[in-house]
């Protein structure tokens, strides 16, 4: 199973993604997604220059050996570009494992612990009679858990509230566009927000949202404390999470169960959080934390403090990984939820999958390895576009302390 061939794939089939493609001299093919969104190029680059050299001529059934070669042998551990460019060949060798077994990668897992994932999908509004519209269309769609962002009365655009509602694409522009922040008025409006959407459409269904990193953490605490009586799923990203301690004062002040960790890229940086019990979710994706291999030893570390899985899976992680991180849902025992907003029509072109949504879940199908492929002709056609994430000022013009 000796790689011959490890090639990397920028694309933008609506909106950027880096996919790496490994093939072994039987012909097998693995892929793995490498996209890290506003910073593209620097894991193409890392990958091309630093990583696929290393690759070819490995036994492509080594995939333990291979990741503690790449995390080890790099002498820099750790990081958002290092993490993503080993997630990427991690998946595409569990890929390539599947189609030589002849198995979905689930059953290389251990098998499924349950039949499909269970998903939230993203209902965003400019005001608060849009963002409540739009939860109903979700739980119209069968969706059993939606999450509910709204732009905040006098601030004029608020991170996460897209004008494309079933996409939500951050990463708008050629340089970043400037939002403005304000937490005063943040932290009145979202309690109304909570509090009228459990009013009308109650409590049937499970109820999520997301701070964007931007409180401190007795502001957090606050906010927790105040929707309560909502019965959230989960309040995710409340602070930044770079200070793992300052989730103890969050604790100490609320019972809303908490979700951390989308840009968190490894086990150590989940540490403190899970065996302290300061959290209820893991955020982060096999892209964002060393592939599936990684990812398993994170859910390990978590179910035995009781903390459980969900996912990142906004549009800028690809098909490839959010296939993998199916795998990975159906056959841990701490799944909690799996983030899921579907792609564009381009995007499916580009990457054909085999998972479908049905009755609030998502199901992968049994093709044999990941059941994604990337059609290379597609996929140049669309060529790469700089796009930047949006940076958060305060009111007065300043950025955030913290
Ligand atoms: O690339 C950043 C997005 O993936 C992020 O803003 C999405 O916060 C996000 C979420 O929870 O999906
Ligand atoms: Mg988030």
Redesign the pocket.
Known sequence: MKIVEAKVIVCSPDRNFVTLKLTTESGLTGIGDATL??RELAVASYLENHVCPLLVGRDAAMIEDTWQYLYKGSYWRGGPVGMTAIGAVDVALWDIKGKAAGMPVYDLLGGKVRDGALVYG?ANGEDLDDALDWVGRYLDDGYKAV?VQCGVPGLAST??VSSDKRF?E??DADLPTENVWSTERYLTFVPQLIAATRERYGYDFHLLH?V?HRLTPIEAARLGKSLEPYSLFWL??AVPAELQEGFRLIRQHTTTPLAVG?VLPTIWDFRTLITEQLIDYV?TTVQRAGGISHLRRIAVLAEIHHVKLGC??????SPVTMAAALHVDVSVPNFGIQ?Y?PHTEATYEVFSHGYSFRDGRLHLDDRPGLGVEIDEEAAARHPYRRAY?PVNRLEDGTMHSW
Request: aromatic share 8%; net charge negative.
């Open positions: 969104n506003g993203h999450r991170y996460g939500y951050p990463a997301d964007h995710e990203d989308e955020r990142h899976g906004a549009t800028d992680l983030e907003m994430l």
